[in-house]
């Protein structure tokens, strides 16, 4: 009976008789919202400050460092994201400056996010949009982008909120709405992210599509007047005041309350960051990266939003809402497809359509079960997809098996004997278990009631599963290489190398950090100028000559040793890996897919050497290993 009782509560309507039943709908769905954020903002806190930043990260991060504090050490840099400029100048200025300082702010955006269906509640229906945050939670894209404090979850969060604003208003044609819509879109468009130009195209071209397929709906004589209905009701919108706001909410911003005049600089870099990507793929990134991650990550809700476009199309009525869906759907590919300069972050264009058009799914599979002769029980579903679950993890568990064991297979070859027969034997068990499954449900509750039982069992295992992922993504696997979201990855000897140093100031190489002499030819606008922001007496020089004779030297690793001037001792650490898919075969596959288990593994992309003088070295009692 409890997922009948949850059906029966998601599918109330705002018009329920009874008020104080209705008091109680809206008090449970209120609370379920709640849980769904405290549970978004626990997934996304923790362990926020044991990953070491990405290099796109640690490049927006200095930005805002060397603008907040006076005199630290490097050139100013451009920030390519005004928002979150402006975001790390007010962290850092009241918490200081550190891995979970940089990606407060954004953690916060995505866990805002993931409960933003709420504001949709009464055109979508309360059933639906609260699936569709459970779907947002799930979401593996979202999870990881969240904590890696990605500008995109901004731009799609904005989105969010102009579509609602300007909802609002068409309902209301209260002004304040249309305000809001221009504000939260010119935000969007040139403050949060450089690709966030391109999603609003993709919004604007779903839009039209949705506006053409609904006048078509019509008699050919009464299209037009639907069109030219439209295009009156947007006459209304006040335009000129519109775009007043949006270009005082970019002003205000970027120039953080006009106390940073240079910060519109930022938005102009922001709209060069995105011409470039239009031409200029990114460096060593798989072919249409965004498609590649959004498929990988999240398969079964890719085939679950194929289906219910499908079970639309067979609909006699279909809502503007879900031509709009699936038009942002389909341009979202298309703008995956031509936008040569995306990445992983990208694949976050299209996980609000997928989410709603799944919870749509959902709310069907959570239907009470009917059948024309005999009354099915309630529970029916339930027991259905629970089985459905079992199987999925037996099948899971024993396929892992059998994908690590076809690493150990010499290239090019296939012998099966190589591979545990008690696994293989499970996996075809598990398979008929389900097979004969199917039949014995279907001959008791009817065939209807045994698919949509099972399809919601694949659906909540694939839900669960994509909360793990993303966690591999951003905390478990963060600093593998093999991971498709960052195929370049920090080492864990990065923190090592910030502990190094700090470990030199406190042992009498520099009195404090600030007083720690250091120079460093490493990128200024880089992971290590990152970890060596304390050090304001850091010098970042371009030639090793000009290192000659100083006492603590970070260099690139030399295949022969620099000449330093005097005797140094070294110790190498490497602070990028990469890898390629390339190296992949056939036989590999599986074990990658599902374990990021590879023959091949990540190569050092960047390592540097930490010189010290010897007389410093003798003098500092000190273990390059950290103790």
């Known amino acids: 009976m409890g997922i009948m009782n949850a059906s029966h509560v998601l599918s109330q309507s705002s018009t329920a008789p009874e008020v104080a039943s209705e008091r109680a709908v809206l008090t449970l769905e209120w609370l379920l919202y709640a849980g769904l954020l405290a549970l978004a903002f626990v997934l996304r806190l923790a362990q926020i400050d044991v990953v070491p930043l990405t290099s796109p990260e640690a490049r927006e991060a200095l930005s805002a460092w060397r ?86 979850v901004w731009t799609v969060l904005l989105v969010v909120l102009t579509l609602w604003a300007f909802w609002r208003w068409w309902e209301s044609d209260h002004e ?38 609904t006048a078509s709906d019509y008699a050919l004589e009464e299209a037009p007047g639907v069109v030219a209905q439209f295009r009156a009701r947007m006459a209304a919108f006040p335009w000129s005041l ?52 959004s498929l990988f990550y999240s398969p079964m809700i890719w085939f679950f939003a194929v289906v219910a476009i499908w079970l639309l199309a067979r609909k006699m009525t279909i809502t503007v809402v879900d031509r709009f869906l699936v038009g942002w759907l389909a341009f979202t590919v298309v703008g995956w497809l031509l936008y040569v300069g995306g990445g992983p972050e990208q694949a976050l264009w299209a996980v609000v359509p997928l989410a709603v058009l799944v919870s749509g799914l959902l709310l069907d599979l959570l239907a009470k079960p ?55 034997v499970w996996m075809l068990m598990t398979l008929l278990l389900g097979m004969i499954g199917v039949f014995i449900f279907a001959s008791m509750w009817g065939m209807t009631t045994t698919i949509q039982g099972s399809a919601l069992g694949i659906l909540a295992f694939a839900l669960f599963t994509g909360i793990g992922s993303g966690w591999n993504i951003a905390v478990t696997n963060a600093a593998n290489a093999t991971e498709l979201w960052h195929m370049e990855a920090p080492t864990p000897q990065t923190a090592l190398l910030r502990d190094t140093l700090r470990q030199l100031a406190e042992r009498g190489a520099g009195a404090v950090n600030q007083e720690l002499e250091l120079v460093a030819l490493v990128p200024q ?38 000449d330093l001037g005097g005797d140094y001792v070294g110790h190498s650490l490497t602070v990028l890996s990469s890898w390629s898919g390339k190296t992949l075969n056939l036989a590999d596959l599986p074990a990658w897919w599902s374990q990021r288990r590879v023959r091949v593994q990540p190569a050092p992309l960047e390592k540097i050497v930490l010189w010290l003088r010897q007389d410093i070295y003798n003098g500092v009692p000190f273990d390059f290993n950290g103790g």
């Open 525 to 562: 606008d880089g992971l290590v100028a990152w970890l060596l922001r304390d050090f304001s007496r850091t010098q970042f020089i371009n030639e090793v000559s000009e290192a000659r004779g100083a006492g603590i030297v970070l260099l690139p690793q030399y295949a022969e040793t620099p």
């Open 67 to 152: 603008a907040v504090v006076p005199g630290a050490a490097g050139l100013p840099i451009i920030a390519q994201s005004p928002l979150l400029f402006t975001i790390h100048s007010l962290s850092f200025s009241l918490l200081g400056a550190s891995e979970f300082t940089v990606r407060l702010g954004t953690l916060l955006a995505g866990s805002l996010l993931v409960i933003s269906p709420a504001l949709f509640r009464d055109l979508l229906g309360r059933g639906r949009a609260l699936l569709t945050s459970v779907v947002l939670l799930a979401s593996p894209t979202l999870l990881a982008a969240s904590r890696y404090d990605s500008p995109v």
């Open 370 to 424: 009917r059948h024309p002769i005999w009354t099915i029980p309630g529970w029916s579903k339930l027991v259905l997809a629970t089985l459905t679950v079992i199987l999925l993890f037996i099948f899971t568990v024993h396929g892992q098996a059998v994908a690590r064991s076809l690493l150990n297979l010499p290239p090019g070859t296939l012998d099966i004997n190589a591979i545990n027969t008690v696994n293989l």
């Open 176 to 213: 304040g709405y249309a305000l809001a819509a221009s504000g939260f879109l010119g935000a969007a468009l040139l403050l949060s992210d450089p690709t966030a130009p391109v999603l609003i195209l993709i919004l604007i071209a779903a839009g039209g599509l949705a506006l053409w397929l």
């Open 242 to 293: 519109g775009l007043l706001i949006a270009a005082l909410v970019v002003v205000i911003v970027s120039t953080q309350f006009l106390s940073r005049l240079d910060g519109l600089s930022a938005v102009g870099e922001l709209l060069s960051a995105g011409l470039g990507g239009v031409t200029t793929p990114r460096a060593n990134a798989p072919l249409f990266y965004p498609l590649v991650t």
